[in-house]
């Protein structure tokens, strides 16, 4: 396979796509999603590296940018976007970057990705010395992630490629690259599929490893949730009762008297319950 060209190859396991019923195409949707975990485990050491890359700089006070353009920008605003509610933490301090800004959110802003003046100047923007840049690219070839990645060393913050192709320029502009290889997609070219179910997957990992190795868990508790809403207050709940033993009642009337804070709440419960 052409390494120029890794994320445009044809997979010969779909030369007939269009003249398979429903079951065959699904089933075979189904076994390529099957290579996404083994592409993801073999990068493992070096998503390791982001993770504690991202780790060191939110101690020193450095965030996390996501940048990408199309379906890997999406993805890296999506991750960025959970991660206030589920962690507790500021909307600043992860935040995802796309190429055409919100509008492309909702629909492709064609050129986007080729604009590499607006990947520098969107760094230069939102980017500060001591943070970490995550430029998102299947192909590794986006012009505004590649540049975005440029103007984030240039800045002084740590940069991270995530993308399907270990030959790219995007992995060769990032102190780490983590290379996923997914394989030729079902319709070719179509990188939101195994390279989009795959890049999800590692921003998964990016965010949430770094959450806990920062201590914005106790052990698989959300302890720093914001409870925002009806669903979110009965899972503080139920993190108060299973972390303190107390009744409903009282991890209610905890959670009320700390601002809804399950962290507070069962500080105050265990500091209550000591002799």
């Known amino acids: 396979m052409s390494e120029e060209r890794r994320t445009e190859a044809r997979n010969p396991r779909a030369a007939a796509l269009a003249s398979f019923g429903t079951r065959e195409i699904l089933e075979l949707m189904n076994d390529e ?23 060191a700089s939110f101690a020193s006070g450095g965030r996390l940018r996501y940048v990408g353009a199309g379906t890997s920008g999406r993805l890296g605003v999506l991750d960025a976007s959970e991660a206030p509610p589920t962690f507790g933490v500021e909307p600043e301090l992860v ?11 909702r629909g492709a802003i064609e050129g986007a990705e080729d ?5 520098a100047r969107d760094v230069r923007a939102w980017v500060r010395p001591g ?29 991270v490629a995530l993308t399907c192709d270990p030959a790219a320029p995007l992995a060769a502009a990032a102190d780490i690259a983590v290379a996923l290889d997914v394989g030729p997609e079902v319709l070719a070219g179509s990188s939101r599929l195994k390279a989009g179910t795959a890049t999800k997957l590692v921003l998964n990992m990016l ?24 669903k979110l207050r009965e899972r503080a709940i139920r993190i108060v009762r299973d972390e303190t033993g107390a009744g409903e009642d009282a991890a209610r009337a905890a959670l009320d008297a700390n601002g809804w ?3 507070a709440a069962i500080d105050a419960l265990e500091k209550r319950a000591r002799p």
């Open 33 to 55: 999603d099957g290579r996404v975990p083994a592409a993801v485990r073999a990068a493992i050491p070096e998503i390791a590296r982001a993770v504690d890359t991202i780790v």
């Open 95 to 105: 935040r995802g970057i796309i190429a055409g800004g919100d509008a492309a959110l």
């Open 115 to 119: 604009d590499d003046a607006a990947g």
């Open 131 to 159: 943070d970490v840049v995550v430029g998102i690219s299947a192909s590794g070839r986006a012009r505004y992630a590649v540049a975005a990645l440029v103007a984030a060393r240039e800045v002084g913050a740590r940069t």
């Open 207 to 230: 965010t949430t490893a770094s959450m806990v190795r920062s201590g914005r868990t106790k052990g698989d508790l959300m302890i720093d949730l914001r409870a925002a809403n009806a």
């Open 261 to 263: 804070s399950a962290r």
